[in-house]
């Protein structure tokens, strides 16, 4: 067995054989177990909340495999309609190519072709993770099957009036030329102006001032509206205005909408242009007027010398004219929130075209109620709150986007606009009973790609076709989601579910945080502050790094400062992690719902973690060999106090893990996990064993082959308790000490059942005594600078029979692991000689001084440390009475000094304790 852990030379190789030996696909004859990777984008690149989820979802796949239970972690991915288009116009663009020239059978024909090529990094990465997925059943919402489903899906909710073609408001998209989902919109903050600009009164020397950010857009205003509880202006009410610059006048309208603490308590009405005020429109049945063309230029509604500019120049001329006019009230800076294409980076113009429409009301009620009465639940609880706000307030769906890559819509058109949806052309000529002569043309528009999503539940397990997988894996066991899609994709996953299937597409439904940096920052480019889950599974060096990070920024300017951050973050660059440490940080942060800060200390700390459990293993089959992990449970009274105890204490384990699956509370198994290995097992079990193991000790063979087999069994249970978080060094150290040649790995072995393990409690008492005796001469030799394996007596004094009976028992362990004389039990005749104390219940534990240290210069030590403590203290309460300070410092910056400032206090009174005991000598 090699002396040092190496996750690169034997993770990819242990996936490989995991996936050739087919122990992803479902195979126990259990209940069924079923999760639905949420299907990232085919054009992605694993992000650190992919692999976050990721992790999550194959530890509980992998315990619920090794439970018995027949497992289905479904993998796909996700067409990604504009993402994937634009991916493939960026490399058209390179060849001196473009979209429009090819056509859109020729520009289709090439996209497939990118996927066959490029579309497959997130799989691979999904595969570097370490993720137990069944790639048999790998689906993509535009392969055959899924296209059939969503083409079934437009078709009946259409024959059901529930699909619909409707003039509305939409995120529009000037550059890509599409209406776009909320989701797809990212709006930030930033500085602009507002605009006051004065509206004259028709008949009237009087004017009304309205505040806008947008002023080109007054040359579709249809109204000016005020709050009729207004009393400034009731008496303006029904008049009317001169819209400026238009030659043509709007009403005065009264609506509880508008502010009237908020500027003057006028708003200026543009239902074309804005949504709020689309449906203040509707309300009072005013003109919409639509003053853009497609690629957000003025069209042929507003005056003629407007016409054909630029939105952002048609604002220059639009203020210029109104100040020259005298209408130019006054400018203000203003922080405005400003809505932009993810992935054009354009300013989205809210846009009135004609699109399909799903109406959602019919489809939310079930959807509701399922959550409330509890077939559906949310972990944690708070998020259907969330659920409810949402769902209670849902608005009809724009299904339809102007793209060419996508499901397209099932929808065809004669020459007089007429509609036939069906399922194809043919189909479409039979239902409607069309002649032969009449011309169809398809509807060029793509669905929304959450529209496919939504079916994913059920379109990956074969419908529309009563396959065996629907019957056995729907609906699913666990949805593990962020909160940031509950409704583009839970709530319509669940919609869907209950109307085609008539059961919810999953009993739960897990919300996991954000994974932010260690400041609490979301991780996006624009920072400069991404983490590439790979690069930390195997390592970049930081130029590459440096390069990753400032590639492709929309802000340039930024690329200097950000370098500088990665410098002083990352000095070496990233080294190599392994995937296993990764997914051990990742489990150990998952808190339910709660936004967790990724710190690279942690990771290292579970490297370190890998490297002592490798270390235990390696430790173990080098002083068992011989002994077969097959032969039966060591005689128990040939078991040492180490062996039962190790028992108890791993009996206990898993019944924590138990508990804390049903909870989804990763977090705790981690932690329990973490402190069994690294202080019960490795700290305290191991060191114990040596004291049976070494040669010299008089200890009976038989005891010494029980505590092998005890060793040996319990690093079996241990590594399978371990497996689902950690798969790939469990995997290899099992590997080390399976005998069995019918069993071939880890992953399809039984998880262990808590009954298996024996508790004694006597002997865990027993042991925690002896645990907390050696840690206590452990700690008085930190306190008094003996130097650690200086064998040194110990007395007792005050011991009660118990602990003399103890005594008895763990002399010989006190002995190996406190590197101590035989503990003699002082008599209350007998003078205390000049010793450092500590103590263990009711008795004294005394460590005679005289010969272990020059006590007069070990009190001259203590007194210049305590000096020196006092001084750093006086220092750090000056800066936390500074009340200028506080205010102006970082919270985290308090928050160390805070704590530094209780660790020297709690110092002080330590060294002041051992200086008066020298003293008092």
């Not at 439970?67 to 288009?85: F, R």
């Not at 550059?175 to 509206?199: C, F, I, M, Q, R």
């Not at 059920?458 to 962020?482: C, D, I, Q, R």
């Amino acid at each position: 067995m090699d002396k040092t852990y190496s996750p690169q030379s034997i993770e990819t190789k242990i996936y490989k054989a995991w996936e050739k030996k087919g122990y992803f696909s479902p195979a126990n004859q259990g209940e069924a177990y079923c999760i639905m990777i949420p299907p990232p984008n085919v054009t992605g690149t694993l992000h650190m909340g992919h692999a976050f989820q990721d992790t999550i979802m194959d530890t509980l796949t992998r315990y619920h495999r090794m439970q018995g239970k027949k497992t289905l972690w479904q993998v796909g991915t996700d067409h990604a309609g504009i993402a994937t288009q634009m991916v493939v116009e960026r490399q058209l663009e390179k060849d001196g190519l473009s979209r429009l020239e090819m056509g859109r059978e020729d520009f289709t024909d090439k996209v497939w072709q990118w996927k066959r090529n490029s579309g497959n990094t997130i799989s691979n990465q999904l595969r570097r993770m370490g993720a137990s997925v069944d790639w048999t059943r790998e689906r993509f919402t535009m392969d055959e099957g899924l296209s059939e489903a969503v083409t079934e899906v437009f078709v009946q909710l259409y024959e059901e009036g529930l699909i619909y073609r409707g003039k509305r408001l939409v995120n529009w998209d000037p550059v890509l030329l599409t209406a776009l989902s909320d989701l797809e919109v990212n709006s930030t903050e930033e500085l602009g102006k507002l605009w006051h600009l004065k509206y004259p009164i028709a008949n009237s020397d009087d004017s009304l001032i309205v505040a806008t950010t947008r002023p080109e857009t007054m040359l579709g205003d249809t109204a000016v509206a005020v709050n009729p509880k207004d009393h400034r202006y009731q008496h303006l009410i029904g008049k009317e205005i001169e819209l400026p610059l238009c030659s043509r006048k709007i009403p005065i309208i009264a609506d509880d909408y508008v502010d009237q603490e908020f500027g003057t308590g006028c708003v200026k009405i543009t239902p074309g242009h804005d949504f709020n005020d689309f449906q203040l429109g509707k309300r009072h049945k005013l003109d919409v007027i639509s003053i853009f063309t497609r690629d957000a230029k003025l069209n042929t509604t507003v005056p003629e010398e407007f016409v054909g500019l630029d939105r952002f120049k048609a604002r220059e001329i639009v203020i210029k004219k109104m100040k020259s006019l005298g209408l130019l009230h006054q400018i203000d800076d203003y922080t405005l929130t400003v809505p932009r294409g993810d992935r054009s980076g354009a300013v989205i113009e809210p846009f009135l075209t004609n699109q399909w429409f799903v109406k959602i009301e019919p489809l939310a009620q079930p959807a509701i109620d399922a959550v409330k009465n509890g077939d559906i639940k949310f972990v944690p609880e708070n998020w259907s709150k969330t659920y409810f706000d949402w769902m209670n307030n849902i608005q009809d769906w724009c299904i339809s986007r102007q793209l060419w890559w996508g499901h397209r819509i099932p929808a065809w058109y004669d020459l007089d606009k007429n509609v036939y949806v069906a399922k194809s052309e043919e189909e479409a000529r039979k239902k409607y009973q069309l002649e032969p002569n009449i011309k169809l043309k398809q509807d060029d528009d793509v669905l929304d790609t959450w529209f496919s999503s939504a079916l994913w539940p059920f379109s990956t397990l074969g419908w529309p076709n009563k396959t065996n997988a629907l019957k056995t894996f729907y609906p699913t066991t666990v949805l593990v989601t962020g909160f940031d899609i509950i409704f583009f994709w839970v709530a319509r996953m669940i919609m869907m579910g209950l109307k085609f299937i008539g059961r919810v597409p999953f009993q739960e439904v897990y919300i996991h945080g954000l994974v932010r940096d260690k400041k609490g920052q979301k991780m996006s480019k624009s920072k400069g502050n991404i983490l590439d889950p790979i690069d930390l599974v195997d390592g970049i060096d930081l130029n590459s790094l440096i390069k990753k990070r400032t590639d492709g920024l929309m802000q340039p300017q930024l690329a200097p400062m950000i370098t500088s951050e990665t410098k002083k973050e990352f000095p070496s660059g990233i080294p190599e992690f392994g995937t296993d440490a990764l997914r051990f940080t990742f489990a150990a942060l998952a808190t339910t719902g709660r936004d967790i800060r990724f710190d690279l200390n942690r990771i290292e700390g579970y490297r370190n973690f890998c490297n002592k459990l490798w270390n235990a293993a390696r430790f173990i089959i080098m002083n068992t060999e011989g002994v077969k992990l097959l032969e039966k449970d060591p005689n128990q009274a040939d078991m040492s106090l180490a062996d039962i105890w190790i028992q108890g204490k791993l009996h206990s384990l898993i019944k924590s893990v138990e508990n804390n699956i049903a909870n989804y509370r990763i977090d705790l198994i981690a932690s329990s996990l973490y402190n069994f290995v690294w202080h019960d097992y490795c700290n305290w079990y191991l060191e114990l064993s040596k004291s049976i193991l070494k040669e010299g000790n008089q200890i009976r063979l038989e005891q010494k082959h029980a505590t092998q087999l005890n060793l040996l069994s319990t690093l079996d249970a241990t590594l399978k308790c371990l497996h689902p978080i950690i798969p790939f060094i469990t995997e290899e150290l099992w590997q080390k000490i399976n005998n069995d040649p019918t069993k071939s790995s880890i992953m399809v072995e039984n998880y262990p059942v808590s009954k298996d393990f024996m508790v004694n409690q006597p002997v865990l008492d027993q042991m925690d005594w002896l645990i907390a005796f050696v840690v206590s001469v452990r700690q008085i030799r930190s306190e008094m600078s003996i130097p650690p394996k200086k064998i040194i007596p110990v007395l007792l004094k005050d011991a009660s029979s118990g602990d003399i009976e103890k005594l008895k028992e763990t002399n010989q362990y006190i002995q190996d692991l406190a590197f101590t004389e035989r503990v003699t039990v002082l008599d209350d005749r007998k003078t205390i000689p000049i010793s450092a104390t500590a103590l263990l219940g009711g008795t004294k534990i005394l460590i005679p001084l005289e010969g272990l240290i020059d006590i007069k210069s070990e009190q001259s030590r203590l007194e210049r440390k305590l000096t020196k403590i006092e001084k750093d203290l006086k220092s750090t309460e000056q800066q936390l009475a500074n009340q200028n300070f506080l205010s102006n410092a970082p919270k985290d910056i308090v928050e160390q000094l805070e704590s530094r400032r209780e660790n020297l206090i709690r110092d002080k009174q330590k060294i002041a304790e051992q200086i008066k005991m020298l003293s008092s000598s």
